[in-house]
């Protein structure tokens, strides 16, 4: 029961998922008409101003140009935030208005002149700050109009939408940090040599106490449970005192149901997420995906082979969804082949003789099902099967390598049946039973 070094590898990239994203509000615009006093006093429209717009209260950059009349717009802006406008132009001095929130005005007029038609970036804004600079005002057209009673209504109104918003986006910085934190040391901890279970599950604990629904954490909490569960049942198997045999199965038997639980809620969650969009990493969410499955699959096994049988439908289930997004051969011959056994340790052998069936009438050479299906059938104890099992366990024993720790088991049963029950096996061994059939 050691760990699978596949799910080593999909952990290793789960935490791009371990963060959620800012709330954010309606968007909003600015705009305004740029002119330029000339020499003789005339004002004219600038065409091509450029418009640097720097959010500062969070790294953010826009940018737009006046049109022929001197107009600019830029729309979708956040509407929570600060920031800074800054135009520009050649033959003109540059100027600039800053803290600026677009709760109340959003139009902004400019009048520059003549000048060196520099284009000051954020940093020289900041530096002229800072020297007690003042920044040119915006023109009287870009003044804020009085508010009617329907105006300052709606004001207040986003204003405490921005307010909600921004304590929500404060919550969500430090549940990030925490997640952060602690997937970093749960998965350190959970992947030492010799790994650290109760370290990891602690820190994984923690993370979900503050976001309850993160697939990563809930994946890998799952993950860390199962690995405990199967350190913890080994010592038991070894240990000489009948007490602490029994309770440290019975530990083991609460990890691997407590870690199926958190698997089934990783997959139930990551089904139910949007697999695209502006705030998605495409390729986070399969991996997730991936390995939610792969862990609850592979619990299930345990749970069905060591804790409670009746769930045999569950395991079934959850390893054919795994298959379906394995792509590799080889590893989906294992889940095959490891789904078989645990349903057979299980005890669950109507549920083991049809997954058999199912394998053979793909490869009727697969070693696993010939075994696994021989097995079954001899377990029943119908002697009316018994040609039937001795079939599949001589096919199982001719392809099986003198290495299989379990082709021991097999010629056991072949030979009980060979002497005890007079049964030769044929050659070939009639066509997988239907389920449901009788022979």
Do not use: C
């Not at 803290?99 to 109340?104: I, V």
């Not at 792969?294 to 769930?311: G, H, I």
Request: hydrophobic residues 40%; glycine residues 4%; aromatic residues 6%.
């Amino acid at each position: 029961m050691r760990s699978n070094p596949f799910l080593r590898t999909l952990f290793a990239a789960l935490l791009v998922a371990a963060s959620a994203v800012a709330a954010s509000a309606q968007s909003t615009q600015v705009n305004g008409k740029v002119t330029m006093k000339q020499a003789d006093g005339t004002v004219v429209p600038v065409a091509d101003a450029q418009i640097d717009i720097y959010r500062t209260d969070i790294k953010a950059e826009y940018k737009t140009k006046t049109n022929k009349k001197g107009e600019y717009i830029h729309a979708g802006l956040p509407f929570v935030g600060t920031y800074t406008l800054v135009v520009s132009a050649p033959g003109a001095s540059p100027t600039y208005q800053a803290k600026l929130r677009f709760t109340q005005q959003t139009q902004y007029d400019f009048e520059l002149r003549p000048g060196d038609g520099s284009r000051p970036t954020l940093a020289d804004v900041a530096k002229r700050e800072a020297a007690g600079a003042t920044a040119a005002a915006p023109a009287a057209g870009g003044a804020p109009r009085s508010e009617s009673k329907e105006d300052k209504a709606a004001r207040e109104a986003r204003e405490k939408e921005i307010a909600e918003i921004e304590k929500k986006n404060q919550e969500i910085v430090k549940s990030n940090e925490v997640v952060g934190r602690v997937f970093k040391a749960g998965n350190e901890a959970l992947f030492a040599n010799p790994p650290r279970y109760d370290e990891a599950i602690s820190n994984y604990r923690e993370g979900l106490a503050v976001r309850p629904d993160e697939v990563a954490l809930l994946t890998n909490l799952a993950e860390a449970l199962r690995q405990r569960a199967d350190s913890r049942y080994n010592s038991a198997v070894k240990e000489a005192n009948a007490e602490a045999k029994v309770a440290a199965m019975n530990e083991a038997k609460k990890d691997w149901t407590e870690s199926a639980d958190f698997a089934a809620k990783a997959v139930t969650l990551v089904k139910g997420a949007t697999p695209s969009g502006p705030n998605v990493n495409a390729s986070a969410y399969e991996q997730n995906k991936k390995a939610a499955l792969s862990v609850r699959a592979l619990v299930l096994r345990r749970v069905v082979s060591k804790v409670d049988p009746t769930k045999a439908a569950d395991a079934v289930a959850a390893n054919q969804e795994l298959l379906e997004v394995e792509a590799d051969p080889a590893k989906k011959a294992k889940i095959r082949s490891e789904t078989l056994q645990a349903l057979f340790d299980g005890g669950a052998v109507e549920q083991a003789q049809a997954e058999a069936q199912k394998v053979l009438a793909e490869n009727p050479d697969n070693p696993d099902a010939n075994r696994i299906l021989g097995l079954a059938l001899f377990a029943t104890g119908d002697k009316a099967k018994f040609q039937e099992a001795a079939n599949y366990l001589q096919r199982y024993v001719d392809k099986a390598d003198d290495t299989d720790a379990l082709k021991q088991s097999a010629k056991e049963a072949l030979d009980y049946l060979k002497t005890a029950e007079n049964v030769k096996p044929e050659k070939s061994p009639a066509r997988a039973p239907r389920r449901g059939n009788r022979p």
